[in-house]
Structure formats: C-alpha cells, structure tokens
C-alpha cells in the first residue's frame, strides 16, 4: 500500500473544496438524536465498524480512522473484488463533528478524496455526511462513464442506511 496521492489539493474535503476538473459527491442522510447517537455514530465511522457492516473489506494500518493512516478498501467478492488502496488525510474529533477523510493511492480505480462526517446540529439531530470529488483513473473507469457516478451516489445513501442501523442498535453490529 506504498505510493503517493494521485491527486494534488490533498485535504481538500475538509473546506469542502471541489478541486477543477473532479465530480462531486455531496449526500447527507440523518442517522438520529442526541449526543448518545452522535457517539455511537462517530465511533462507528472513524473504527471502520460502518464500513465493515455494509460489506467492505478494509484492511488498515491502524484501528481507527488516524491520519495517515494506509488503508485498502475491498469492494466486491473472490476474484471480483476490487482493491482500492487509499491514506487518511485529515481526522476530526470534536463536540459536535467527528469524521475523517481519506485520499486516493496509485492502483485506485478512481483519483480523489473521500469524507465521512457525523456532525450534531444546534436542535440535537445527528447527521452523516459523504463528500468526495473524483475522476476515473482507470481505463474501466473511464469506460463504464456515467454509471461510476451512480454508483458512488449508492454507496454513499447505503453508508447513511448502516449507519443509522448500527446506531439503534447501539452500535455493536458490524465491529
């Protein structure tokens, strides 16, 4: 899982910044109420336990969510499964917001960055956001064009689901 970023503006989802000549993903899904919540459902995402429970394989450097951290995510099954390797870029841990971010390694089908924010607004409703800006990087990538988008919407609408599954059921499952 060795390499450098394949993209330049590094950290750009932290501003929520969309780098020139990347898509963006943007989707917001509530997960649930109260600051019981918005700690099961940040622990969930920053200790890979969400991304575990929808399936994924990810087999990281570190337990959690860190920056820096080397990370390759596994999409599909047996000799199907895609390996995307990835780093964590920036992590955050606050009152009221708890996520992290990572980049895109060389081998990744894809070039960009990826977020997963859990925040709790002012009224106590807990949030999670998935924001990422991308362009193919490979050559099946480029070829399947509009449909890597709907797929990314996907994925990211199934985070919110598992999330707010793992959530009501006190965050156990999946971990």
Do not use: K, N
């Amino acid at each position: 899982m060795d390499g450098d970023f394949t993209y330049a503006d590094v950290g750009a989802t932290a501003t929520d910044r969309q780098p020139e000549g990347f898509s963006r993903l943007w989707v917001r899904t509530r997960i649930g109420e109260g600051d019981a919540d918005f700690r099961r459902a940040a622990g969930a995402v920053s200790g890979w336990r969400m991304h575990r429970a929808m399936g994924v394989r990810i087999d990281a450097d570190a337990e959690s969510a860190v920056e820096g951290a080397r990370v390759r995510v596994g999409l599909g099954i047996g000799p199907l499964r895609l390996h995307a390797p990835c780093r964590v870029v920036w992590t955050l841990d606050e009152r009221r917001r708890a996520g992290w971010a990572y980049g895109t390694l060389a081998g990744h089908p894809q070039c960009g960055e990826e977020a997963f924010v859990v925040t709790r607004d002012g009224s106590g409703t807990v949030w999670l956001t998935v924001l990422a800006f991308s362009r193919p990087a490979a050559w099946w990538t480029r070829a399947a064009g509009g449909l890597v988008p709907v797929f990314q919407r996907r994925y990211a609408d199934r985070c919110g689901t598992v999330l707010r599954r793992l959530v009501r059921e006190g965050g156990r499952a999946g971990g």
